[in-house]
């Protein structure tokens, strides 16, 4: 289930025969764009994820699929830049313009059992055993940060045109703290950013696994509908992730996000 909040969509799911891959999506923070999809973001999202389920299907384990997926994509994104984008420091490409992606993906054999993957700001949560597992690393931070600039500009009077250079501003310096040790992990480029995946097994007979992205995380944080990761998982397998996201947009504030929902019984 995917629910776009903005004029284009940039989670994207991808459903395979043996695998499942949600990925939240992200284009860059620069003047130009370098695909053409709707957005640069949606187009390295949804190559990302299908490359993915495509590896997982041929039975390749999590970490090395999301690492051939990256490079695959990668390949893919350097191939749209312009072929001048390298002779002059007017045309490179700075890291803040370069779209990424967070993404959460499962797979599953004959047996029943579930294996899964979570990389940047994406979840998958279970119920019994109960958890949650994300990997936002300084990216909770960056959001946090983002929202004080706004409501800080926004107090003293700024439009929105202000308010939004001010936020960019601030967001393209943290760029600088992708894919590096002690940042943040994201599928951009690097496929040695797998190595930096969480990644975990279910046994058959575990329940049922959510993978979602951080549209739906309100429900549990800010918005408080949910008391934990683990009681929204119980909804959506009670009463379906159509269901999970009609109680989001209902309850829903000012600063709505696209939201994206796998529910992977195995």
Known sequence: MVDGAAEVCEDVVAVGERSVAVADGTS?????????????????????????????????????ACAAAISETGRALAAAVPGDADRSVRSAVAGHELPNAKVAAAAWDDDGALSYLVLGD???????????????????????????????????????AEVREGQLSHIRATRSFCNVP??????????????????????????????????????????GVFADPPAMVRFAADEGVAALRDRLRTVDDDSPDDASAVLVRA
């Open 28 to 64: 860059g923070f620069g003047d130009r764009s370098f695909t053409d999809g709707e957005s640069d973001g949606r187009w390295y999202a949804a190559r990302l994820v299908r490359a993915l389920v495509d590896e997982l299907d041929a039975g390749a384990d999590l970490r090395p």
């Open 122 to 160: 994406t979840s998958a949560a279970f119920v019994d055993p109960s958890g949650r597992v994300s990997t936002p690393g300084v990216l909770d931070h960056v959001d946090e940060r983002t929202a004080r600039i706004r409501s800080e500009l926004k107090t003293r009077g700024a439009d929105e």
């Open 182 to 223: 002690g940042g943040y992990w994201v599928a951009r480029l690097n496929p040695l950013a797998a190595e930096f995946a969480t990644t975990g097994r279910r046994a058959p007979g575990d329940g049922p696994v959510l993978c979602y992205t951080d549209g739906f995380d309100p429900l549990v944080g800010r918005l």
